[in-house]
C-alpha cells in the first residue's frame, strides 16, 4: 500500500510554468510502482497527462508533449510534473497515482492522491 501528496499547484498566467510534486510514503517500495499524472477539468473525464515507469521510461500524452517533463526520484519517493508554456486548457485539478504496469487508463491504478489545482490565465 502507498500514501501519495500532491504539491505546487497554484495560478499561473499563460505562458508560465508549474513544478507539482507528488510524495510517496507506505509499507511497499517506491520502486515497486509504475507512476502517472492525471488531470480534470470541470464537466471533463479525467486523463493521463503522463507516466513513468519503475524504470524511468515515460509517456506523455499528445496535448502536453514537448511542454511537460515527468521524472522521478527513487531515493526521495518522489514524482515531479515540470509544466511549461502553460496554456488556458490545462487547468485543472492534478492528480499523482500508481499502480504495477504500463497503462493509460484511470481505472488500472491503485492509489492516487487527493489532487493540486492548476489555474491557468489567459
Known amino acids: 500500500q502507498v500514501q501519495l501528496v500532491e504539491s505546487g499547484g497554484g495560478l499561473v498566467q499563460a505562458g508560465g510554468s508549474l513544478r507539482l510534486t507528488c510524495a510517496a510514503s507506505g509499507r511497499t517500495s517506491f520502486t515497486m510502482y509504475d507512476m502517472a499524472w492525471f488531470r480534470q477539468a470541470p464537466g471533463k473525464e479525467r486523463d493521463i497527462v503522463g507516466r513513468?515507469?519503475?524504470?524511468?521510461?515515460?509517456y506523455y500524452a499528445g496535448s502536453v508533449k514537448g511542454r511537460f517533463t515527468i521524472s522521478r526520484d527513487n531515493t526521495k519517493n518522489t514524482v515531479t510534473l515540470q509544466m511549461n508554456s502553460l496554456k488556458p486548457e490545462d487547468t485543472a485539478i492534478y492528480y499523482c497515482?500508481?499502480?504495477?504496469?504500463?497503462?493509460?487508463?484511470?481505472?488500472?491504478?491503485?492509489?492516487w492522491g487527493q489532487g493540486t489545482q492548476v489555474t491557468v490565465s489567459s
Open positions: 497515482a500508481a499502480t504495477r504496469g504500463l497503462t493509460n487508463s484511470p481505472t488500472s491504478y491503485y492509489y
Open positions: 513513468i515507469s519503475r524504470t524511468s521510461s515515460t
